[in-house]
Antibody, heavy 121, light 111 residues
Framework: EVQLVESGGGVVQPGGSLRLSCAAS????????MHWVRQPPGKGLVWVSR????????SYADSVTGRFFISRDNAKNTVDLQMNSLRVDDTAVYYC??????????????WGQGTLVTVSS | NFMLTQPHSVSESPGKTVTISCTGS????????VQWFQQRPGSAPTLVIY?????PSGVPDRFSGSIDTSSNSASLTISGLKTEDEADYYC??????????FGGGTQLTVL
């Protein structure tokens, strides 16, 4: 069974930093792209970032470029999101989501339960 | 920027059929696959349709997806509505840079 477990959420002041982590199990992690998707309270889903299977290529939404950094450790089956210069509008539930890889032909087929990040003074 | 537009809400009675639309703002909706996600209150989204019209294992065949190039839209159709289908539904595709784009979501009420 695919499992994605996020951690690291919490309350942070504007301008602060936070590091989210996602522990993956139940599949061959090193073969899959991984994504972070966020959902502001009461609003819709927004793609944030992705990292390809070997970690060589990363991509970011315009709203977080230069502030957020995605990384992965294929030996530990983890993917992280380092969030710097946080703003109030970064407040959201952050989901770790599996991407394409192996026999999986589509992105976003498995989601973690999410971790809440609140940016507030 | 490429956008996907969904109706804010739809409602229908149990046993009936409902269709949720997802309209692309530019280019052809057929240029990239469309996925659909169900999100029940307090839960993470789950994939119900991928690659326009494919169902993941475990998703009932009451759920179907389609593409209409004439209206540049994708659609999610749910037949034989059940109260458990009450949820938010999101479409998703990709922009010109191959970055994921989600629609704004549609709240389905089954009453």
């Amino acid at each position: 069974e695919v499992q994605l477990v996020e951690s690291g959420g919490g309350v942070v002041q504007p301008g602060g930093s936070l590091r989210l982590s996602c522990a993956a199990s139940g599949f061959t992690f090193r073969r899959h792209w991984m994504h972070w998707v966020r959902q502001p309270p009461g609003k819709g889903l927004v793609w944030v970032s992705r990292i390809e299977s070997d970690g060589s290529t990363t991509s970011y939404a315009d709203s977080v470029t230069g502030r957020f950094f995605i990384s992965r450790d294929n030996a530990k089956n983890t993917v992280d999101l380092q969030m710097n210069s946080l703003r109030v509008d970064d407040t959201a539930v952050y989901y770790c989501v599996r991407g394409v890889g192996g026999k999986v032909v589509t992105d976003f087929d498995s989601w973690g339960q999410g971790t809440l990040v609140t940016v507030s003074s | 920027n490429f956008m996907l537009t969904q109706p804010h809400s739809v409602s229908e009675s149990p046993g009936k059929t409902v269709t949720i639309s997802c309209t692309g703002s530019s280019g052809s909706i057929a240029s990239n696959y469309v996925q659909w996600f169900q999100q029940r209150p307090g839960s993470a989204p789950t994939l119900v349709i991928y690659e326009d019209d494919h169902r993941p294992s475990g998703v009932p065949d009451r759920f179907s997806g389609s593409i209409d190039t004439s209206s540049n839209s994708a659609s999610l159709t749910i037949s034989g509505l059940k109260t458990e289908d009450e949820a938010d539904y999101y479409c998703q595709s990709f922009d010109g840079s191959s970055f994921a784009v989600f629609g704004g979501g549609t709240q389905l009420t089954v009453l």
